[in-house]
């Protein structure tokens, strides 16, 4: 699945058009990224959790030449899965896509 389809995905799960679901996809993402950025862990119970890990400097190996180089340290993005979407991956649950309500029509009057 590629971003559009996911797009679409939400779009008909949560009854909005494609133009908002891509503008709510593009918010969590968004929100996530600069959350990560500060070096804080975001959690999404039921899916996993977006951690920022630490890299230790090593010392590397230049394949070309053989020679010995330094690898300085780093920050890095990690993804944990959480319990029901390893459920999922693994056959023993079924993912559930929820519908959204249809939209309550204003049908109040003003009575005179």
């Known amino acids: ?3 559009a389809e996911l797009v679409e995905a939400i779009a008909n799960g949560a009854g909005l058009s494609k133009t ?3 503008a709510a996809l593009n918010a969590t993402l968004g929100a996530i990224k600069a959350e990560m950025g ?14 920022v890990g630490k890299r230790a400097a090593r ?3 230049n394949p070309q030449t053989g020679k010995p180089q330094k690898i300085s340290a780093r920050k890095v993005a990690k993804f944990s899965p959480g319990a029901e ?9 079924k993912a559930v896509v929820k519908k959204a309500a249809p939209a ?3 049908a109040a009057k003003k009575k005179k």
């Open 20 to 22: 908002q679901a891509d």
């Open 85 to 93: 979407l390893k459920a999922i991956v693994n056959g023993e649950k």
């Open 104 to 106: 309550k029509k204003a």
């Open 38 to 51: 500060k070096g804080n862990d975001v959690a999404l119970i039921g899916f996993g959790s977006f951690k």
């Open 1 to 3: 699945m590629n971003k």
């Open 59 to 61: 010392m590397g190996r």
